[in-house]
């Protein structure tokens, strides 16, 4: 599979008044995107259900406010299915003449699997205007901000990825890549999958975290029905519980288990190493008990 693709299409120059709406400000790549941008002077707006301007794909009254007077649109979807083309189509009419999508890597090849994604896709690229992709790999920060991070804290982290290897890729590097087609034109009509820059095991993953921060944590490779059984013992929305199923079927079928080179084709420089995210976690506390 290529690593990035490229089609070429007519697009204007930047200019510097330019807004920038940037969807899910709050989430783990939307509020880099937003300081990122915020410091290099650009006109930015943040939204999601949490923000000054509110942004809730499943309430279209919020749409029209968080559009107005955008140029280009970061988008960056929840885990259950939202209604995106309706949400592309609109921010045509508002005036919207670019969008770049954080997808994930394999969404182009995944079986019954991640038809949002192949939505949000067909949708920027059908748009008529400039569009960037960045196809991502699963995020290092999932073992620190959210999703498996519950689990470390336990001690122990049951996934069912079949033995299969992961190219982790650092959610920093990915945030760079999108700034970097947010603001600069030589990305427009690009398709970018973005790693890390080795495939791990998961085991050897979690054995990194347990060396940088000193905690003691085993990996445990369960069987879908095993997995399937811990979500629901812990209480996970179904919606949730089907996202990561699909994920780990993709995971397991290992054909996303090879590093590219997107980060260093995008910024010019190596994707940052796994090791390197666990200890500056690790150094930031990530893993630290909380005091009660």
Do not use: C
């Not at 783990?28 to 942004?55: C, E, I, P």
């Not at 498996?148 to 079949?162: D, K, N």
């Not at 500056?280 to 909380?290: I, L, V």
Request: hydrophobic share 45%; no cysteine.
């Amino acid at each position: 599979m290529a690593q990035t693709t490229k089609t070429q299409q007519p697009h204007g120059t930047r200019q510097t008044d330019d807004l920038i709406l940037v969807l899910a400000a709050t989430g783990k790549t939307g509020r880099r995107v937003l300081d990122r941008l915020q410091a290099a002077g650009v006109n930015v707006r943040a939204a999601s259900r949490n923000s000054t301007v509110q942004f809730d794909w499943n309430n279209r009254a919020t749409w029209s406010a968080a559009l107005n007077g955008v140029s280009t649109v970061y988008v960056a979807l929840p885990l259950t299915p939202v209604p995106v083309e309706d949400f592309v189509d609109q921010a045509l009419a508002a005036g919207v003449r670019r969008f770049v999508a954080l997808s994930g890597r394999g969404a182009d090849i995944w079986e019954n699997h991640g038809q949002e994604m192949v939505d949000l896709e067909r949708a920027v690229r059908g748009s008529g205007v400039d569009w960037s992709i960045v196809r991502a790999s699963n995020f290092a920060q999932n073992f620190d901000e959210d999703v498996f991070r519950e689990s470390i804290m336990a001690g122990e982290l049951a996934l069912p990825v079949g033995g299969m290897s992961e190219p982790f890729v650092d959610v920093e590097d990915v945030v760079d890549v999108a700034v970097t087609m947010l603001t600069q034109d030589v990305w427009v009509g690009s398709t970018v999958e973005v790693t890390g820059p080795e495939s791990l095991r998961w085991e050897d993953a979690v054995a990194e975290i347990a060396r940088a921060s000193g905690r003691k944590i085993q990996f445990i490779d369960v069987s879908p029905e095993e997995f399937a059984i811990r979500l629901r013992a812990q209480g996970l929305p179904d919606a949730d519980a089907k996202a990561l199923d699909a994920m780990f079927t993709e995971i397991r079928r290992g054909r996303l288990t090879e590093p590219t080179k997107g980060v260093q084709e995008v910024l010019g420089r190596e994707a940052r190493a796994f090791a390197d995210y666990a200890a500056t976690a690790a150094a930031a506390g990530a893993w630290a008990e909380q005091p009660s």
